[in-house]
């Protein structure tokens, strides 16, 4: 179809700006705008038909002249925006489905090959002019903020992007989640079981040090992603436990790690402390939880039948090296797949005594269950310490001394 032509049919359908009727031909006239190049295909369609050259008025009735108040949209953008820390934006909208409809009539009607659908040069017109006005720039990939325009509302959403950090964290205190979690009897609804606080403990890691993130950096959340996590019983000592913090709609973005450090130490003091290493992405996250650690136990072991240490000592070292079957235990089967896994025992020996009980460290592979390996949980786990020994064998404390991450930098 010639060029003539294809103006021709396309303005048979209703008068358009050059906007749209340079869009519906959108790869043709490289480096123009769409407002040029629809300019230019008027000057071209007046040139052949020789006729007087007309600038476009009236109304369009693809976009109902949209693209004259890309300025204004700017300015919403703007005042939507204040009060936000931010470097970077991205511009995305919800078209009405009319306008949609009616450039895809045309494409399919006409069998357009090129065209551009509005949203797309919405997105960028506007981005450009509010870029122009703030002096922030688009970023596609990462942007601080995505704001989305709404045409039939008349309005502007600011989503704000997270912001993430990576730390260790140590936990002094036993009774205590790594994460929240929601009271069992409500499901966080709130009820007299929770006293009406909807969790069913009243603090975690994750809110111990959320709490003060949160106020600093004016968020709505705080989200722990961390490289495995212990018991709710277990202390999390030694060098600490690798984890990501996911800072949930922040309306400051910048800060001293230092200072959100001593922030977080200070509020969650003689429970939680944290040491804060850098900044991070959110696809760092898939990548801790991804990376399987070894980790070191230490443990207090009490025997029934008061076992000589010698004997002790040797079923525990019958145990270094071993590959242990472990059978989902009893305590987690209700909300893990029911089947047997391999462990590696990488090295345990006997550390000493306290009040009549054994001190042990064990280092295991990712994901062996370490008070199973112990008490043999009624034969799901083979062998086991209280097999080796043909005595009821438990664990009274277990602390987390360290966690190996294999790709850490």
């Known amino acids: 179809m010639e060029l003539d032509e294809a103006v021709e049919k396309i303005l048979a359908y209703g008068a358009c700006c050059d906007h749209c009727l340079g869009r519906f031909m959108g790869k043709r006239g490289h ?4 407002g040029e190049r629809g300019r230019a295909f008027r000057i071209y369609r007046a040139i052949a038909q020789n006729l007087k050259y007309e600038p476009f008025s009236g109304s369009c009735w693809i976009c109902n002249n949209f693209f004259d108040h890309i300025h204004e949209w700017a300015e919403h953008i703007a005042v939507a925006c204040l009060g936000i820390e931010y470097t970077t934006f991205l511009v995305g909208c919800r078209v009405p489905p009319l306008i949609s409809e009616s450039e895809e009539m045309v ?7 090129d065209p551009e659908p509005i949203k797309s040069e919405i997105n960028r017109e506007v981005g450009k002019a509010f870029s122009a006005m703030s002096g922030k720039e688009a970023d596609f990939k990462n942007p601080d903020i995505v704001v989305l325009l709404d045409f039939a509302k008349d309005a502007v959403d600011v989503q704000i992007n997270p912001v993430f950090f990576y730390g260790r964290y140590r936990k002094y205190e036993r009774g205590i989640p790594q994460t929240h979690w929601d009271c069992r009897a409500c499901r966080g609804a709130g009820c007299e079981m929770c006293n009406f606080t909807g969790k069913q403990y009243q603090d975690s890691v994750e809110e111990l ?5 949160t106020s600093m950096f004016s968020a709505k959340n705080a989200i722990l992603h961390g490289a495995g996590r212990e018991d709710i019983d277990a202390r999390m000592i030694g060098t600490g436990r690798p984890f990501i913090l996911e800072v949930v709609t922040p309306k400051r973005r910048t800060a001293d790690l230092t200072e959100v450090e001593t922030a977080i130490n200070q509020s969650a003091e003689g429970r939680v402390s944290v040491v804060l290493s850098r900044w991070c992405v959110r696809a760092e996250v898939e990548t801790l939880k991804s990376n399987k650690a070894h980790k070191k136990y230490r443990i207090i072991v009490n025997v029934e039948g008061a076992p000589s240490a010698a004997e002790f000592a040797k079923a525990v070292k019958s145990l270094t090296g071993a590959i242990i079957h472990q059978r989902t235990p009893e305590r987690v089967a209700h909300r893990r797949a029911d089947k047997i896994r391999e462990r590696r025992v990488l090295d345990i020996e006997c ?9 042990i460290e064990v280092t295991g592979e990712a994901g062996l269950y370490i008070k199973e390996l112990i008490s043999g949980d009624n034969g799901r786990t083979r062998p086991s310490l209280s097999e080796m020994l043909g005595l009821p064998t438990r664990v009274t404390s277990l602390d987390v001394v360290m966690v190996e991450e294999r790709k850490e930098e």
């Open 209 to 213: 040090i959320g709490r003060p993130v």
């Open 107 to 113: 494409w399919s009607d006409l069998s357009l090959a």
């Open 351 to 359: 550390t000493g005594e306290d009040a009549g009980r054994f001190i």
């Open 31 to 34: 480096g123009l705008s769409n």
